[in-house]
């Protein structure tokens, strides 16, 4: 059976614009600081590969804004984009939202506005991982932050497991060694070999479930998967008697958990947190948790959508019923956890721990919802919101490690004195963690809530309202060890060496964190409206040329493996 | 295809390296070991994607990528993975003198 394939659009490659230049420009990095930086002294060095970085991130970020536009533009007047273009590209353009690259890749509006979202956090974490001497060899620690950004846009623009599953490794692969790069410590040594052992674990676990799937479905894309399910299950909807399918469920949401540290597969993350560098842990705690749900949403809310759960019973067989007991589990134990911890990072692992929680909330309510894309939307809200929050306290915890070298709470006692500036917008940040208003975490929960309350059918709202309600009262537990971080940063007084001041480096990720969230808290519809526009694409097919009308012809692998 | 082995017993080998993969991991001690039971993990679904390939019919729709070449795809970051694994595992050697994965435990809680 030979396969045909049909010929690559070669075109395509002006969609990937924004990581094709991210991938090449990791190369000049590295070249640029063998050939000429490590003439320089050290500092010099720093500053010059810094720029380096930056400035790619700064191509890339103008090639993803051209592409914002050219989408934009392609659905008010497409003839204009002729006009601009020439005719074979301006068609080209026209036909926005098309899967690219034989069906690998999605692109359009959404992945244009995601891929934005990762070039910004990634020139603030360059910029952090420049604030300070974890290591000496830069070209290298940028040059992996920039390809692990590579991965995370091919992963969150996957539309096909096959791509999915490889992106995901280039990003944790980077991420891996990123974690162990301060070599002269430790516990980043350490944490770099649990996070390494962890994440390929799951990444093999990952697989194995993804090549069930392959069998049972006979491939890899989405589209066709998601079809191939729903005309099989119509007798018996859900998983009931499948066993393949069902430990291929279980698989690929093992490897998920790991990947979005859900609790029962949590256990590397306060460890990576707390032992990688400060700038690399909000790389993995905002960038790769981002683009982790966003892979996991396409995943289950598009793919194995058949599989959610029968149309009588949420909690029965189905994806939905464990998200849902998982959520539960996570933030609970997430949040109990946190209130314990005495390091600064370890806390905010376990905080990122039970926002996972909330946000399976968010991923349970879309799946049963009739309005999935506006539930999925408030997602992302909530995603861009915790993901900022999260980078201005990592921020922070870079700048301690820097002066005081050490990362505990105690060490921000009497910041609010001795940095008012810096310590009020912390402040702000862990208020919108706990979800105060009028920050802009308050409106994520308000938003996701809202959302899991908003169901149809009363059965399935049941366990909602109880998952909400657990959400409630776990925001309030997490109060109390927010709080703390307030409690030693205005009430405690100075101890230890008095921190420096921040530099651009440190306060740029903190006041633009802080920024975002306050600005997004005060006026939140513009980005609610961006986001819910976002979600739409990408829970729906969105190949326009997949065949429909022959039967699915399964394999013969259902039958086979089921025994 | 008459002839051939049936699909059934490319699965349960699969299944069965899958098993003793993760076994490996779960109860293997030495770093070395469970960077190769991890690779017999990988192994085992790198035999049920050519399996299925070669016993399946392609869906309609299905794309251009076939599990064969999937598998190619995984060989290659697997080798990648041992790669890293063994430098991060090396990294600890150096500091800790073994290479037990329950002594590397600076941090817990």
Redesign the interface.
Known sequence: ?P?T??PLDFRDFWRIAPAATLALWGLVVVLTDLGLARRLGLEARRRVVGRLALAGVGLALISAVALFWLDSLAAVDPERLRQLLGASLGDYFARSGEVIF???LASGVSVDILNFLYLILLALVIQLATSYRFTDDWGECLALLIWATVGMMFLSAAE?L?TL??SL?MMT?CL??LT?FE?SR??S??????Y??YG??S???F??G???V??L?????F??IE??LAGTSTTAPGLVGNLAGASALLLMLVGFGFKIAAVPFHQWA??AY??APAPVAAWIVTGSKIASIVALMKVFLHAARPWSFPSNDMMGPGWVGIIAVVSAVTMTYGNLAAL??TNFK?MLAYSSIAHGGYILVGLAAAAVSINGPAAAGALLYYLVIYAFSNLGAFAVAAWLVRDRSADEIDDLNGMGAERPLLALCLAFLMLSLIGVPPFGGFFGKLYVFMEALNQGPSQTRIILVWLVALGLLNSAISAFYYVRVLKAMYFRPRSGAGLKPAKSAIATPVLLSTLVVVVFGLFPQPLVDLMKSAAGPMLVSS?A????S?P??????PG??A? | MNNDIP??WF?YF?AAS?AI??VG?LLRRN?IA?LMA?EI??N???V??V??WR?????????????V??AI??IT?AA??VA??I???L??YR?WRVAD?DR??????
Not at chain 1, 545 to 548: K, L, V
Not at chain 1, 552 to 557: G, I, N
Not at chain 2, 55 to 67: E, H, K, V, W
């Open positions: 059976m396969p394939a049909p034989l069906g690998a096909e096959a599953f490889l490794e692969i891996y060694l162990a070599k430790r516990r040594v350490e944490a770099g070999l649990k390494f052992i390929s674990v990444s093999a676990l697989l194995y993804l090549s069930l392959y069998g479905a006979g491939t890899t894309r589209d066709a079809r191939i306060p460890d707390e032992g314990v911890q370890r190949s040329d997949a065949p429909i022959a699915p012809a399964v394999s013969t692998a086979a493996a025994r | 699909l059934n699965l699969a899958f993969g993760l991991v770093a469970v991890i993990i990988l085992a679904a790198n049920n994607l399996a299925f016993y399946g019919t392609p869906a309609p729709g299905s794309g251009p990528l076939p599990g070449i999937l795809l995984v970051v990648a993975e890293v694994g430098g991060l595992i990294l600890c500091r994965v590397y435990d600076t941090m817990s809680g």
